[in-house]
């Protein structure tokens, strides 16, 4: 097409991919060309605003790295990862729902025995919190034997990888559930913390006039053969910002109560927190219907 006008850009880029490409990449394309094209279309974007985009994008990949990814970051503020996760993990039984990952996980975290504590270095005025509960199949059965990683921030707000004066692996741990499905473990109740906002995720946030924070919480993810992994968190009942989280992840069903402790207890305060985990065999079930 040699004469390119308003009316024809989205047509011509759309028909640029008539050559054998995967269906589903002509489908995303073609959304995506119609909805960008629609939005440049409707605020009449600027020849500087897109320049500005670009630069931002530029500046986004800068501060890049195998340790931090701006572009999940961006995606999170926008409410984009955890809509992925929606449409990937929508709960198809009655199990427990998921939530954004993050990009604080560390693979093969120190695999404890139940019951042990995932911290490492005290901080003035935190306090201790015994986590327990089961974990079940959409039938009600514990389920033993699964894996079940957690972490959390310190009270400092930050990750042990974010923080040079924490110990390696500080707040983190693997544990495995028992012969009755139940998991146990010893944290530290989680503060709210603002998510990195140094960078372009940082300039977008001002851009929307939203804070950067996210509620306290502690991450989970869960795995067993035989079943669907869940990836999710706990957020405390009291914590700050559980109405407007800078990245849209908190979900009613996975709000919990850290209570005061029994007297004579080890801890400051408990939570119990159950879990329900599907087994392929539904999920199978369910495709297949
Ligand atoms: C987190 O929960 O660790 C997290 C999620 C999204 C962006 C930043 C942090
Ligand atoms: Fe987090």
Known sequence: MRNITLDNI???????MDGDIPARNREIMQAALKHMHAFMKEVNLSYDEWLGA????????????????EFILISDILGVEVLADMLDKKPTHDETISTVLGPFYRENPPVLPKGASIIQKDFEGQETVRVSGTIYDTEGNPVPGVTMDVWEDAPNGLYEQQDP?????NLRGRFETDENGQYEFVAIRPVPYPIP?????????????????????????ISKDGYKGLIS?????????????????????????????PEGADTDLVMT?????????????VAAE
């Not at 957020?235 to 069903?253: I, M």
């Not at 927190?273 to 079930?285: C, E, G, M, P, T």
């Open 197 to 221: 906002y140094d960078g372009a995720a940082g300039e977008l946030l001002k851009y929307m006039g939203h804070h950067p924070w996210r509620p306290g919480h502690i991450h989970f993810m």
């Open 10 to 16: 989205t047509d011509a880029v759309i028909k640029s």
């Open 233 to 261: 968190q706990i957020y405390d009942s009291e914590t700050e910002y559980l109405d407007n989280d800078s990245v849209f992840a908190v979900k009613e069903d996975l709000i919990g109560k850290l209570e005061k402790a």
């Open 165 to 169: 004066d924490q110990p390696d692996f």
């Open 273 to 285: 927190f159950d879990f329900k985990i599907r087994s392929n065999a539904l999920v199978d079930s």
């Open 54 to 69: 670009m630069e931002w994008m530029r500046r986004a990949g800068e501060i890049s790295s195998e340790a931090r990814n």
